[in-house]
């Protein structure tokens, strides 16, 4: 074998890696999704947290062997000993390439179907994604069942917009808080191009309330203002939460 050869062998089996590792993701979404089909989404829910939890162990520790990293608690080293202002980069980094991902799925329906089916499609991605992303956060933070407007506040700072989007929560008492989207990456490269917002109310209606509902069942979502509704120039969409007693 001539180095030529050795080359494309390798470019070969690294496309091969590339590929096995979005098939295991898809797998992962594929059995929540049936589980789901067959048990209702909050089993489904519960089954993939002792699912995910064990399956994320096997993996790491195996990568962890072979890329000659350690685990603590469960996280590789090297995360941990990552200064802060490097996490939070590549924290940003992973929304960024979250927000290319859900922009590339809209467009590639839109350009082969049109806008309507790229809408209703998208319209519902959100009312599967919030409630998964609420039930997340839960996890993360360690918050209970119905942890009120307080619970609300912390889970809304650790969504994946939250990492590149600017945002802002002005308490409305105790029980009701308004929320900003002061800067959307999405709406802000719209206005840098001369283009009119983009109507995303319909998803938001979905997006809001379906992730304030997960996070507490007692929380009212009201949408204050969201494209194509007119704003002002301090945010592109705005949410009330109150907790109903």
């Not at 091969?16 to 992962?28: E, F, K, Q, S, W």
């Not at 399956?55 to 962890?64: D, E, Y």
Request: with cysteine.
């Amino acid at each position: 074998m001539g180095i030529d050869d050795s080359a494309a062998s390798r470019r070969e089996l690294a496309e091969l890696v590339m590929d096995m590792m979005h098939r295991t993701a898809i797998h992962h979404a594929f059995w929540f999704k049936e589980v789901e089909h067959q048990m209702g989404f909050e089993k489904a829910l519960e089954i993939m947290e002792s699912a995910y939890s064990k399956s994320r162990g096997i993996q790491l520790n195996r990568l962890g062997k072979f890329f000659g990293f350690s685990l603590v608690d469960g996280i590789p080293e090297p995360l941990l000993s990552m200064p802060e202002e490097k996490l939070r980069e590549l924290a940003e980094i992973l929304g960024l390439n979250w927000l290319a991902g859900d922009g590339v799925w809209f467009q590639s329906v839109e350009f082969k179907h049109g806008m309507f089916d790229a809408k209703r499609c998208n319209d519902s991605c959100w009312a599967w994604f919030s409630p998964f992303e609420a039930w997340s956060i839960k996890r993360l933070l360690g918050l209970p069942e119905n942890p009120g407007i307080d619970g609300l506040k912390e889970a809304l700072k650790k969504r994946m917009y939250a990492s590149i989007n600017t945002q802002s929560i002005i308490d409305e008492g105790s029980d009701a808080i308004l929320f900003q989207m002061n800067n959307c990456r999405v709406q802000a490269a719209r206005v840098s191009k001369g283009l009119e917002d983009y109507p995303c109310k319909s998803a938001g209606m979905v997006e809001y309330s379906s992730f304030a509902r997960a996070i507490d069942s007692r929380i009212r979502t009201e949408c204050v203002g969201c494209p194509p509704d007119a704003h002002p120039e301090g945010w592109f969409c705005a949410w009330r939460f109150v907790l109903e007693k």
